[in-house]
């Protein structure tokens, strides 16, 4: 029997704890917070449950769908998608269509259309950065209205320091929906004036939050007589010969291992393999968690706000994913705010409970301040990695020094430093379990790394 301990109860760590120990492995999970689920993890008040942001399954990956299906059995519902964009001071749905048109002012659709013609979008701008990727695409005018400013809000950092890469990803992940074509300005124009009737559903656990998927996984896990240990912080990796021998957290208490999955951050498994730091960041989160009373004034399950005079970056309303997340006559809204560490948002998020208040109004997300019946905060770290212009070179530094461990494997978003989906981090878990069955735990870090250089 073979020790495997998997650092990071997300999706990712459950998902090959899961596997791992339904084929045998002796698995045991160390997490830090004080539940399931990482970054897809629920908050409970009372009678009221909130997703950080808005988590939902939708997948291209009929394995992944199995997998889920296998997972939540009947306890899921399909829900067809309502997102929006708030732009002009007013909401559009989104992705956009005619009638946002109908709103947008004349001197900007005059300048999109000048853009049309002079946009080149032949994919040979030899500049790696967000700015000029975009330009080149969507033309100055879009840019400057819908990708500029919210790109700023978001990151905190001028985007020419970005990576194009982040631009494709983040692009992805708003549109969802792969019949949707919004790769260029031609795209997205024809997509605004003569959009398709395209009806993209997703599925969410019929009861309780996303968690609902991780609290299961853990369950299935215990019953095989996994160990998930949270409230658990690593603090320290043991090393003999370029072999991990084991975990310690709690600065002090250890359990040996035969195998290493960390699914937490990169830079965290670097720092404590006494690896040369590297330049790799991750953006923070602060969730406003919002009770009000009333129904939703709008019945979008997100919404982006790009402009800068609106202090959250997305809301999400998680009554519009599933009924039971509140009691009758109330409801709740995520307010999501980006943010450093060193920010003084993180330290002090008390601070913009007022602002919070007056862009709500502001926003129509809310009528009347008296409707608020209570603001919980929740600070999220490491939310998501950072595409600097320099993250690939950055990371493959990163990757070559872990790589000589071979009984140590990276995996999911925080641990790959991947911009992705929870249906990409299940493929992934599913693909390495598969492969780690396979050939008894010896498994080469290129099979997983190889992802990297090719995304």
Known sequence: MKDVVIVGAGVSGLTVGYLLAKNGYDVCIIERESSVGGLARSFYYDNFVFDIGPHRFHT?????????????????????????????????????????????????????????????????????NFEAYIIEKYGKTLYDICFRKYTEKFVKINPVQIHRDWAQAGIDRAVIDKDIKM????????????????????????????????????????????????????????VQNEIITGIEYNNGEKIDSSFVIWTAPITQAAYLLNLPPADLKFISIICYNVILNGQPAKDYQWCYYGQDDVIF????????????????????????????????????????????????????????????ESIFIEKIKDCYPLYKTNYKEELKKQMNGIKRYNNFTLLGRCGTFWYNNMDHSIKQALDYAENFVISGGRIENDIVREEFYQR
């Open 183 to 238: 790769g260029n300005l031609k795209e997205f124009l024809k997509s605004a004036l003569l959009p398709k009737a395209v009806d993209t559903k997703f599925l969410y656990p019929f009861c309780g939050g996303i968690d609902v998927f991780a609290r299961k996984l853990a369950k299935k896990i215990e019953m095989l007589g996994g160990k998930i240990l949270l409230n658990n912080e690593v603090t320290g990796i043991d």
């Open 60 to 128: 291209d990956y009929h394995r992944v769908l199995e997998f889920i299906y296998e997972i939540l059995s009947t306890e899921i519902v399909t829900i067809p998608r309502k997102s929006g964009i708030w732009l002009f001071n007013r909401y559009h749905d989104w992705p956009i269509n005619a009638s946002c048109a109908l709103h947008v002012p004349i001197s900007i659709l005059a300048k999109t259309t000048i853009d049309h013609f002079f946009t080149k979008n032949n994919g040979l701008n030899a500049n790696d």
């Open 313 to 372: 970056n997305r809301c999400s309303i998680p009554i519009n994913f599933c009924e039971a997340t509140a009691p009758p006559g109330k409801h709740g809204i995520c307010l999501e705010v980006t943010c450093t560490e060193n920010d003084y948002a993180w330290d002090h998020p008390e601070f913009l409970i007022n602002t919070i208040k007056k862009h709500l109004l502001k926003t129509k997300l809310c009528e009347d301040v008296r409707d608020i």
